[in-house]
């Protein structure tokens, strides 16, 4: 099958049920949950067929020993299993013992090995971040773009999101093209607004970097998009981050968000919903999130507006259109 295939069967399962869906197409749950799983993390992209075929042990390519190396800075306590199980979600079928004589290639073949390795580059590839475990609620915005495949009408879903790093309050729209300038109607019209009502004090703003949406010109477009916080009144450091410059708890971040915006908005993808419903749906979706789904700070168990509000002390006054339905 292919991609939009698939995600039309697991759209399916979402509306009418797994067992029923599966039984109709002639697939088994395992699979079904798998393209599920695929599809949770890497968006439409991660129902590809991708490279399916084994790998020889001692044939693997340069691809997949940089998939091995991206994996081990991440995860460096897992061993060749778990890396192995990790690569065949993104579509390589390798052997364990393949994945080992990579790490023993790398001299990685021990968990302390592999813990100094990833240590060594994250310090490195974070030289320029802030210490992002000292910022506090309203100080970092993360911004990324998260596929989610096309309606009946043909139109692809594109979810545009800024999710501040410490309170998790975040803003989230629906267009149809890959463009930046999509990014500055969602920061103009969505997020500055209720970044000044919530009185942040924005000092970052990051860019976790897509392939599909390569920012050929950075300079001219930081200077654009400088030019639209200053004359809101935020002056942050613009930053790239590439996948290798995530840290667990930003990977955890997104992978949450992108989550619980998918469960909302999965089971309108491929049925006779416009642009404009799945737009109203995935908006209303965000308000209930920032205002009432509750989430673990620390010991407390709060939404991501509540957060802020007890972290600055200070009030929940938003825009008037925050609460109700806006069409862009």
Not at 222 to 237: A, Q, R, Y
Not at 255 to 262: A, C, F, Q, R, S
Request: proline letters at 3%.
């Amino acid at each position: 099958m292919d991609r939009q295939t698939k995600l039309a069967v697991i759209s399916e399962g979402q509306k009418y049920g797994v067992t029923v869906t599966c039984e109709k197409h002639g697939i088994s749950r395992t699979l079904y949950y798998r393209w599920l799983k695929r599809y949770e993390i890497f968006g439409i992209e991660g129902l590809d067929s991708g490279r399916r075929n084994a790998v020889p042990v001692n044939k693997a390519s340069d691809e997949i020993v940089e998939h091995v190396v991206m994996l081990i800075r991440s995860y460096p306590g897992y061993g060749p299993r778990e890396i192995k199980y990790l690569l065949e979600e993104i579509g390589h079928d390798v052997s364990e013992s393949c994945v080992y004589n990579i790490m023993k290639r790398l001299d990685l073949s021990t968990k302390e090995k592999r813990v100094k390795f990833a240590r060594k580059k994250i310090r490195k590839a974070a030289e320029n971040f802030p210490d992002f475990s000292s910022l506090k609620s309203g100080e970092c915005w993360f911004f990324f773009i998260t596929s989610y495949g096309e309606l009946n009408e043909g139109k692809k879903v594109y979810a545009y999101s800024i999710i501040d790093y410490r309170s998790r309050v975040a803003c989230s729209r629906i267009y149809d093209e890959l463009s930046m300038e999509y990014f500055e109607d969602l920061l103009t019209a969505a997020a500055l607004p209720v970044a000044q009502g919530l009185g942040f004090s924005i000092k970052y703003l990051c860019f976790l970097e897509d392939r599909s949406l390569p920012c050929r010109n950075r300079g001219a477009f930081t200077e654009s998009v400088n030019k639209i916080l200053h004359s809101s009144g935020f002056d942050p450091e613009v930053l790239f981050m590439k996948s290798e410059d995530l840290t667990p708890e930003i990977e955890h971040l997104k992978k949450e968000y992108t989550l619980h915006g998918l469960s909302c908005i999965i089971s309108h993808i491929h049925t006779e919903h416009s642009m404009r419903e799945v737009r109203l749906i995935l908006q209303r979706n965000i308000r209930s999130y920032n205002l009432r789904h509750k989430a673990a700070y620390g010991d407390d168990l709060l939404s991501p507006l509540e957060y802020h509000s007890k972290a600055t002390g200070s009030s929940m006054i938003l825009p008037l259109w925050a609460y109700i339905d806006r069409e862009y």
